[in-house]
């Protein structure tokens, strides 16, 4: 029987990745808008907070909603832009998007006491802890 030979490429691998990226085609990036909602949360005695990076959206397009202890962070993001040179456009981008999270704590939020502020495109929400009722001692019979 013959014995396998291995192939070895013309060419080594740093000269293969130059190629492979002059080859690519150009990608034009649309900067500015958020691709999903980036959160931090902070847990206290007493409530949570959360901070949520929106950047570019407007406090009117930011819905939050309180179920138990599952929190719901949507906002919609827009974003027009043009590029010109010379008096002539170039490029023209638009972006219309929907974002959502959604994230469960260990206790439930009292929803009433909540509390939500935006700042520079921060969103920071701070949800009290529901007041637990003591445990009940059941007495057997």
């Known amino acids: 029987m013959r014995e396998l030979t291995r192939f070895?490429?013309?060419f080594t691998e740093p000269?293969?990745?130059m190629f492979r990226r002059m080859l690519k085609p150009?990608?034009?990036?649309?900067?500015?808008?958020?691709?999903d909602i980036r959160i931090d949360v902070q847990e206290r005695e007493?409530?949570?907070v959360v901070k949520a990076d929106l950047p570019g959206v407007k406090k009117d397009d930011?819905?939050?909603?309180i179920d138990g202890n599952v929190v719901t962070v949507s906002a919609e993001a827009?974003?027009?832009?043009?590029?010109?040179?010379?008096?002539?456009v170039i490029r023209s981008e638009r972006y219309h998007g929907a974002l959502q999270r959604s994230f469960s704590?260990?206790?439930?939020?009292?929803e009433s006491a909540a509390a939500?502020?935006?700042?520079?495109?921060?969103?920071?929400?701070?949800?009290?802890?529901k007041a637990t009722s003591a445990a009940k001692k059941l007495t057997i019979q």
């Open 8 to 10: 070895e490429p013309l």
């Open 15 to 17: 000269f293969e990745d």
């Open 26 to 35: 150009v990608r034009w990036e649309f900067e500015g808008l958020p691709t």
């Open 46 to 48: 007493d409530a949570y």
């Open 62 to 65: 930011i819905r939050v909603e």
């Open 78 to 88: 827009r974003e027009e832009k043009e590029v010109k040179e010379k008096g002539r």
């Open 105 to 110: 704590l260990g206790h439930e939020v009292d």
């Open 116 to 129: 939500a502020k935006l700042t520079d495109g921060t969103l920071e929400l701070t949800l009290p802890k």
